[in-house]
Protein backbone atom coordinates (compact mmCIF):
# COMPACT_ATOMS: atom_id res chain seq x y z
CA UNK A 1 0.00 0.00 0.00
CA UNK A 2 2.85 2.26 0.79
CA UNK A 3 3.76 2.02 -2.65
CA UNK A 4 0.03 2.77 -3.85
CA UNK A 5 0.75 6.12 -1.87
CA UNK A 6 4.14 6.89 -3.40
CA UNK A 7 2.56 6.42 -7.17
CA UNK A 8 -0.39 8.77 -6.48
CA UNK A 9 1.84 11.40 -4.89
CA UNK A 10 4.43 11.02 -7.66
CA UNK A 11 1.64 11.61 -10.33
CA UNK A 12 0.46 14.55 -8.67
CA UNK A 13 3.49 16.14 -8.51
CA UNK A 14 3.86 15.35 -12.66
CA UNK A 15 0.85 16.63 -13.11
CA UNK A 16 0.96 19.49 -11.10
CA UNK A 17 4.32 20.21 -12.97
CA UNK A 18 3.05 19.60 -16.07
CA UNK A 19 0.27 22.29 -15.23
CA UNK A 20 2.34 25.10 -14.27
CA UNK A 21 4.76 24.70 -17.78
CA UNK A 22 1.83 24.03 -20.01
CA UNK A 23 2.42 21.47 -21.06
CA UNK A 24 -0.94 19.21 -21.09
CA UNK A 25 -2.12 20.93 -24.06
CA UNK A 26 0.84 19.18 -26.20
CA UNK A 27 -0.30 16.59 -28.33
CA UNK A 28 2.03 13.56 -29.38
CA UNK A 29 2.70 13.67 -33.01
CA UNK A 30 -0.20 11.86 -35.03
CA UNK A 31 1.03 8.57 -35.78
CA UNK A 32 1.90 8.35 -39.51
CA UNK A 33 0.65 4.95 -41.05
CA UNK A 34 2.98 3.55 -44.06
CA UNK A 35 1.61 3.81 -47.36
CA UNK A 36 1.05 0.24 -47.81
CA UNK A 37 -0.70 -0.29 -44.64
CA UNK A 38 -3.08 2.82 -45.40
CA UNK A 39 -4.02 0.98 -49.22
CA UNK A 40 -4.46 -2.25 -47.05
CA UNK A 41 -6.77 -0.60 -45.04
CA UNK A 42 -8.89 0.91 -48.03
CA UNK A 43 -9.07 -3.10 -49.25
CA UNK A 44 -10.23 -3.99 -46.32
CA UNK A 45 -12.99 -1.37 -45.69
CA UNK A 46 -14.47 -2.32 -48.94
CA UNK A 47 -15.14 -5.81 -47.76
CA UNK A 48 -16.76 -4.76 -44.31
CA UNK A 49 -20.43 -3.90 -43.87
CA UNK A 50 -19.72 -1.58 -41.89
CA UNK A 51 -16.32 0.66 -42.67
CA UNK A 52 -16.52 1.84 -39.36
CA UNK A 53 -15.05 -1.97 -37.94
CA UNK A 54 -12.12 -1.45 -40.35
CA UNK A 55 -11.65 1.52 -38.92
CA UNK A 56 -11.87 0.08 -35.24
CA UNK A 57 -9.66 -2.96 -36.42
CA UNK A 58 -6.37 -0.63 -37.98
CA UNK A 59 -6.70 1.45 -34.37
CA UNK A 60 -6.35 -1.74 -32.23
CA UNK A 61 -2.65 -1.99 -34.29
CA UNK A 62 -1.73 1.20 -35.24
CA UNK A 63 -3.33 3.84 -32.40
CA UNK A 64 -4.76 5.80 -35.17
CA UNK A 65 -8.81 6.40 -34.73
CA UNK A 66 -9.63 7.87 -37.77
CA UNK A 67 -13.08 7.30 -39.08
CA UNK A 68 -14.54 5.88 -35.55
CA UNK A 69 -17.62 7.98 -34.53
CA UNK A 70 -17.75 9.85 -31.76
CA UNK A 71 -20.41 7.74 -30.43
CA UNK A 72 -18.38 4.70 -30.65
CA UNK A 73 -15.30 6.74 -28.83
CA UNK A 74 -17.89 7.68 -25.99
CA UNK A 75 -19.01 3.88 -25.67
CA UNK A 76 -15.11 3.07 -25.60
CA UNK A 77 -14.46 5.95 -22.75
CA UNK A 78 -17.55 4.94 -20.69
CA UNK A 79 -16.60 1.47 -20.32
CA UNK A 80 -12.87 2.29 -19.61
CA UNK A 81 -11.97 0.70 -22.80
CA UNK A 82 -10.43 3.43 -25.14
CA UNK A 83 -7.28 2.67 -24.01
CA UNK A 84 -7.89 -0.29 -26.90
CA UNK A 85 -7.10 2.02 -29.59
CA UNK A 86 -3.59 2.31 -29.38
CA UNK A 87 -1.15 -0.83 -28.78
CA UNK A 88 -0.88 -1.56 -25.17
CA UNK A 89 -0.14 -4.02 -22.68
CA UNK A 90 -3.41 -5.83 -22.94
CA UNK A 91 -2.59 -6.64 -26.88
CA UNK A 92 0.99 -7.39 -26.11
CA UNK A 93 -0.71 -9.65 -23.64
CA UNK A 94 -2.96 -11.35 -26.51
CA UNK A 95 0.30 -11.63 -28.87
CA UNK A 96 2.10 -13.38 -26.07
CA UNK A 97 -0.32 -15.86 -25.25
CA UNK A 98 -1.35 -16.98 -28.91
CA UNK A 99 2.14 -17.17 -29.75
CA UNK A 100 3.96 -19.04 -26.41
CA UNK A 101 0.84 -21.39 -26.79
CA UNK A 102 2.49 -23.07 -29.19
CA UNK A 103 5.84 -22.82 -28.96
CA UNK A 104 5.83 -24.27 -25.90
CA UNK A 105 4.63 -27.44 -26.96
CA UNK A 106 7.73 -27.55 -29.75
CA UNK A 107 10.45 -25.44 -28.06
CA UNK A 108 12.17 -26.12 -24.40
CA UNK A 109 12.38 -23.83 -21.60
CA UNK A 110 14.98 -21.77 -21.84
CA UNK A 111 13.91 -21.30 -26.39
CA UNK A 112 10.92 -19.89 -24.91
CA UNK A 113 12.58 -17.56 -22.89
CA UNK A 114 14.87 -16.62 -25.65
CA UNK A 115 11.69 -15.64 -28.00
CA UNK A 116 10.41 -13.62 -25.26
CA UNK A 117 13.20 -11.64 -25.32
CA UNK A 118 12.91 -11.19 -29.26
CA UNK A 119 9.61 -9.91 -29.24
CA UNK A 120 10.30 -7.73 -26.33
CA UNK A 121 13.26 -6.38 -28.22
CA UNK A 122 11.03 -5.89 -31.74
CA UNK A 123 8.92 -3.42 -29.86
CA UNK A 124 11.59 -0.83 -29.96
CA UNK A 125 11.32 -0.88 -33.76
CA UNK A 126 7.62 0.21 -33.39
CA UNK A 127 8.02 4.58 -33.74
CA UNK A 128 6.28 6.65 -30.81
CA UNK A 129 4.45 3.75 -29.32
CA UNK A 130 6.49 4.62 -26.17
CA UNK A 131 3.76 2.61 -23.63
CA UNK A 132 4.81 -0.44 -25.72
CA UNK A 133 8.79 0.73 -25.26
CA UNK A 134 8.06 1.12 -21.54
CA UNK A 135 6.51 -2.46 -21.60
CA UNK A 136 9.45 -4.07 -23.18
CA UNK A 137 12.18 -2.20 -20.60
CA UNK A 138 9.89 -3.82 -18.11
CA UNK A 139 9.38 -7.13 -19.38
CA UNK A 140 13.10 -7.37 -20.13
CA UNK A 141 14.59 -5.98 -16.57
CA UNK A 142 12.25 -8.54 -15.31
CA UNK A 143 13.73 -11.44 -17.48
CA UNK A 144 16.98 -10.39 -16.53
CA UNK A 145 16.45 -10.44 -12.67
CA UNK A 146 14.79 -13.74 -12.92
CA UNK A 147 18.36 -14.69 -15.07
CA UNK A 148 20.52 -13.21 -12.62
CA UNK A 149 19.06 -13.93 -9.23
CA UNK A 150 18.65 -10.41 -8.29
CA UNK A 151 15.49 -10.82 -6.18
CA UNK A 152 14.73 -7.61 -6.71
CA UNK A 153 10.83 -6.42 -6.40
CA UNK A 154 8.80 -5.51 -9.59
CA UNK A 155 8.26 -2.46 -7.81
CA UNK A 156 11.87 -1.59 -8.01
CA UNK A 157 11.71 -2.78 -12.09
CA UNK A 158 8.64 -0.22 -12.49
CA UNK A 159 10.53 1.91 -11.07
CA UNK A 160 13.76 1.72 -13.22
CA UNK A 161 11.84 1.76 -16.51
CA UNK A 162 10.16 4.58 -16.03
CA UNK A 163 13.54 6.07 -14.98
CA UNK A 164 14.67 5.34 -18.65
CA UNK A 165 11.83 6.47 -19.69
CA UNK A 166 11.57 9.65 -18.52
CA UNK A 167 15.69 10.11 -19.41
CA UNK A 168 14.35 9.30 -22.79
CA UNK A 169 12.45 12.32 -22.85
CA UNK A 170 9.31 10.55 -23.38
CA UNK A 171 7.28 12.57 -20.56
CA UNK A 172 8.23 15.96 -22.48
CA UNK A 173 6.70 14.40 -25.87
CA UNK A 174 3.99 13.13 -24.31
CA UNK A 175 3.16 14.43 -20.56
CA UNK A 176 -0.65 12.77 -20.41
CA UNK A 177 0.45 9.58 -21.89
CA UNK A 178 3.23 9.41 -19.76
CA UNK A 179 1.13 9.85 -16.40
CA UNK A 180 -1.23 7.81 -17.19
CA UNK A 181 0.94 5.04 -18.06
CA UNK A 182 2.78 5.11 -14.68
CA UNK A 183 -0.28 6.12 -12.89
CA UNK A 184 -2.26 3.14 -13.98
CA UNK A 185 -0.05 0.49 -14.61
CA UNK A 186 1.65 1.60 -10.91
CA UNK A 187 -1.70 0.96 -9.53
CA UNK A 188 -1.70 -2.48 -11.39
CA UNK A 189 1.30 -3.56 -9.88
CA UNK A 190 0.05 -2.37 -6.23
CA UNK A 191 -2.99 -4.06 -6.16
CA UNK A 192 -2.01 -6.97 -8.83
CA UNK A 193 -1.09 -9.52 -6.10
CA UNK A 194 -4.52 -8.89 -3.96
CA UNK A 195 -7.93 -9.38 -4.23
CA UNK A 196 -9.99 -8.44 -7.23
CA UNK A 197 -11.94 -5.86 -5.01
CA UNK A 198 -9.10 -4.03 -3.84
CA UNK A 199 -7.69 -3.99 -7.58
CA UNK A 200 -11.13 -1.85 -8.78
CA UNK A 201 -11.16 0.01 -5.35
CA UNK A 202 -7.26 1.15 -6.64
CA UNK A 203 -8.32 1.84 -9.90
CA UNK A 204 -11.61 3.63 -8.68
CA UNK A 205 -9.32 6.03 -6.30
CA UNK A 206 -6.52 6.87 -9.03
CA UNK A 207 -9.82 7.83 -11.73
CA UNK A 208 -10.94 10.11 -8.94
CA UNK A 209 -7.30 11.36 -8.55
CA UNK A 210 -6.75 12.26 -12.15
CA UNK A 211 -10.81 13.85 -12.05
CA UNK A 212 -9.60 16.35 -9.35
CA UNK A 213 -6.97 17.58 -12.15
CA UNK A 214 -9.17 17.46 -15.14
CA UNK A 215 -12.76 16.97 -14.59
CA UNK A 216 -13.19 13.51 -15.59
CA UNK A 217 -16.16 11.57 -13.39
CA UNK A 218 -15.40 8.03 -12.22
CA UNK A 219 -17.24 4.86 -12.22
CA UNK A 220 -16.51 2.41 -9.89
CA UNK A 221 -18.82 -0.15 -11.82
CA UNK A 222 -16.95 1.09 -14.98
CA UNK A 223 -13.71 -0.22 -13.98
CA UNK A 224 -15.41 -3.59 -13.63
CA UNK A 225 -16.65 -3.83 -16.96
CA UNK A 226 -13.31 -2.28 -18.25
CA UNK A 227 -11.39 -5.74 -16.34
CA UNK A 228 -14.21 -7.81 -17.86
CA UNK A 229 -13.83 -6.16 -21.01
CA UNK A 230 -9.71 -6.11 -21.18
CA UNK A 231 -9.89 -9.58 -20.14
CA UNK A 232 -12.50 -10.39 -22.79
CA UNK A 233 -10.23 -8.41 -25.65
CA UNK A 234 -6.83 -10.55 -25.11
CA UNK A 235 -8.84 -13.81 -25.81
CA UNK A 236 -10.06 -12.65 -29.08
CA UNK A 237 -7.13 -10.48 -29.69
CA UNK A 238 -5.32 -13.21 -31.67
CA UNK A 239 -8.07 -14.08 -33.74
CA UNK A 240 -7.80 -11.06 -34.97
CA UNK A 241 -4.30 -10.87 -35.51
CA UNK A 242 -4.93 -13.94 -37.90
CA UNK A 243 -7.39 -11.96 -39.84
CA UNK A 244 -5.48 -9.08 -39.93
CA UNK A 245 -2.55 -11.06 -41.50
CA UNK A 246 -4.45 -13.27 -43.48
CA UNK A 247 -6.99 -11.09 -45.48
CA UNK A 248 -4.61 -10.10 -48.30
CA UNK A 249 -4.09 -13.86 -49.19
CA UNK A 250 -7.77 -15.05 -48.76
CA UNK A 251 -9.88 -11.91 -48.57
CA UNK A 252 -12.11 -13.52 -46.61
CA UNK A 253 -14.04 -11.28 -44.28
CA UNK A 254 -14.92 -13.82 -40.89
CA UNK A 255 -13.13 -10.93 -38.42
CA UNK A 256 -16.15 -8.34 -39.04
CA UNK A 257 -18.29 -10.39 -36.75
CA UNK A 258 -16.09 -10.85 -34.15
CA UNK A 259 -15.47 -6.74 -34.19
CA UNK A 260 -19.47 -6.33 -34.48
CA UNK A 261 -19.83 -8.27 -31.80
CA UNK A 262 -17.12 -6.56 -28.88
CA UNK A 263 -18.42 -3.18 -30.38
CA UNK A 264 -21.76 -4.10 -29.40
CA UNK A 265 -21.28 -5.14 -26.26
CA UNK A 266 -19.27 -1.99 -25.30
CA UNK A 267 -22.38 0.16 -26.95
CA UNK A 268 -24.30 -1.84 -24.55
CA UNK A 269 -22.30 -1.81 -21.03
CA UNK A 270 -21.68 2.29 -21.94
CA UNK A 271 -25.97 2.75 -21.71
CA UNK A 272 -25.83 0.59 -18.51
CA UNK A 273 -23.76 2.59 -17.28
CA UNK A 274 -25.07 5.95 -17.23
CA UNK A 275 -25.76 7.64 -14.34
CA UNK A 276 -23.08 5.45 -12.20
CA UNK A 277 -20.31 8.67 -12.92
CA UNK A 278 -19.89 10.81 -9.90
CA UNK A 279 -17.67 14.27 -9.80
CA UNK A 280 -14.41 13.69 -7.94
CA UNK A 281 -13.93 15.30 -4.55
CA UNK A 282 -11.04 15.25 -1.56
CA UNK A 283 -13.91 13.78 0.08
CA UNK A 284 -14.74 10.62 -2.14
CA UNK A 285 -11.05 10.03 -2.25
CA UNK A 286 -10.41 9.59 1.08
CA UNK A 287 -13.80 7.69 1.70
CA UNK A 288 -12.14 5.40 -0.49
CA UNK A 289 -9.03 4.90 1.14
CA UNK A 290 -10.47 4.67 4.09
CA UNK A 291 -11.73 1.45 2.79
CA UNK A 292 -8.50 0.43 1.55
CA UNK A 293 -6.18 1.45 4.05
CA UNK A 294 -8.02 -0.07 7.21
CA UNK A 295 -8.21 -3.56 8.78
CA UNK A 296 -11.72 -3.90 9.32
CA UNK A 297 -13.49 -4.43 5.92
CA UNK A 298 -16.97 -4.60 6.97
CA UNK A 299 -17.28 -1.81 8.97
CA UNK A 300 -15.70 0.40 6.04
CA UNK A 301 -17.80 -1.39 3.52
CA UNK A 302 -20.54 -0.13 5.82
CA UNK A 303 -19.02 3.67 5.89
CA UNK A 304 -17.84 3.85 2.35
CA UNK A 305 -21.60 3.08 1.04
CA UNK A 306 -23.27 5.83 3.12
CA UNK A 307 -20.37 8.18 1.91
CA UNK A 308 -20.95 6.87 -1.45
CA UNK A 309 -24.31 7.18 -1.56
CA UNK A 310 -24.23 11.24 0.01
CA UNK A 311 -22.10 12.14 -3.06
CA UNK A 312 -24.27 10.96 -6.05
CA UNK A 313 -25.86 12.94 -8.21
CA UNK A 314 -29.28 11.57 -7.10
CA UNK A 315 -28.83 12.18 -3.57
CA UNK A 316 -27.71 15.62 -3.93
CA UNK A 317 -30.30 16.55 -6.56
CA UNK A 318 -32.74 19.44 -6.45
CA UNK A 319 -35.78 16.91 -5.00
CA UNK A 320 -34.47 15.26 -2.80
CA UNK A 321 -32.69 18.52 -1.02
CA UNK A 322 -36.40 19.76 -0.72
CA UNK A 323 -37.46 16.94 0.89
CA UNK A 324 -34.59 16.93 3.80
CA UNK A 325 -34.97 20.34 4.42
CA UNK A 326 -38.53 19.76 4.72
Request: hydrophobic share 50%; aromatic share 20%; glycine share 6%.
Amino acid sequence: MKFYLFICLTSTCLIIWAIEADWLSKQAPKKVMPEFIKNYQLKMKSSFVRPENANILFSFFTGNKDGISPYTKNAFKQTNLSYLFSPSGVHLAGILVFILYFVKKISTKKGTSFLKFLINISLFFLPQFYTLHRLAVLRISNQFNYLVKLKQPVEILFLFTFFISFSLGHYHHSPMGFIYSFIYLGTFIAFGMRPKISLILGLFSTQLILGIFFGNQASLLSIAVGLGGGYLFSLIFPLLIIFFSTFWIFEINWGEPIIRGFVLGTHYFSKILNGTYFSSSLFLIGAVWLLLFRNKPRYWLTLFTILFFLHSDGCMSPTIMRSWAN
